[in-house]
Antibody, heavy 123, light 108 residues
Framework: QVQLQESGPGLVKPSQTLSLTCTVS??????????WSWIRQPAGKGLEWIGR???????NYNPSLKSRVTISVDTSKNQFSLKLSSVTAADTAVYYC???????????????WGQGTLVTVSS | SYVLTQPPSVSVAPGKTARITCGGN??????VHWYQQKPGQAPVLVIY???DRPSGIPERFSGSNSGNTATLTISRVEAGDEADYYC???????????FGTGTKVTVL
């Protein structure tokens, strides 16, 4: 079955760019009707969707983060990546990657998820 | 933007039924998906398309959606069901996934 694994620095300085990669195993990132998403969760708080990418390269971003987010895909490595610029302490969170099953219309859901990686923004 | 409201907590005795609501404006016109998140773990999909169960999810988990409220029902609750539960929809007016505020289920 498909598994996802996040990787990247656990500590980022304020005003710098957070960069994470999600490696997909057990299946091709290019197959099927899937988007590939990033979601984050501050400690003790709820889930916030950051954005997603289709293997064609088409992206959608959360409007609240859009000016700072870039999601890209590398099909040759079966990976997709997140860049979040100009980070502040408010960006400290566990970051999850997830496969998003899309029904071709307006509906999609997240399954499976990566285990998550904690990113702390601090000097 | 679209808002999904859940009760912060629900308490239930073992063997009883837990009902977790997710309120949103005309949510019955959308498809609702539900996730279970145990402490220190990633969320797991337990219901999609309002009431469908992924393989491996017990039949004790069921869902419904109508009007302004979607509901996740857990029958014959077990200690292992203690977790946070989140609802989720796609807000097509904003091209945005929205998660509910989350409900902590405590098994007494």
């Amino acid at each position: 079955q498909v598994q996802l694994q996040e990787s990247g620095p656990g500590l980022v300085k304020p005003s710098q760019t957070l960069s994470l990669t999600c490696t997909v195993s057990g299946g091709s990132i290019s197959s099927g009707s899937y988007y590939w998403s990033w979601i984050r969760q501050p400690a003790g708080k709820g889930l916030e969707w950051i954005g997603r990418i289709y293997t064609s390269g088409s992206t959608n971003y959360n409007p609240s983060l859009k000016s700072r987010v870039t999601i890209s895909v590398d099909t040759s490595k079966n990976q997709f990546s997140l860049k979040l610029s100009s980070v502040t302490a408010a960006d400290t969170a566990v970051y999850y990657c997830a496969r998003e099953t899309w029904d071709g219309g307006y509906d999609s859901w997240f399954d499976p998820w990566g285990q998550g990686t904690l990113v702390t923004v601090s000097s | 933007s679209y808002v999904l409201t859940q009760p912060p907590s629900v308490s239930v005795a073992p063997g009883k039924t837990a009902r977790i609501t997710c309120g949103g404006n005309n949510i019955g016109s959308k498809s609702v998906h539900w996730y279970q998140q145990k402490p220190g773990q990633a969320p797991v999909l337990v219901i999609y398309y309002d009431s469908d169960r992924p393989s491996g999810i017990p039949e004790r988990f069921s869902g419904s959606n109508s009007g302004n409220t979607a509901t996740l029902t857990i029958s014959r609750v077990e200690a292992g069901d203690e977790a946070d539960y989140y609802c989720q929809v796609w807000d097509s007016s904003s091209d945005l996934h929205v998660f509910g505020t989350g409900t902590k289920v405590t098994v007494l």
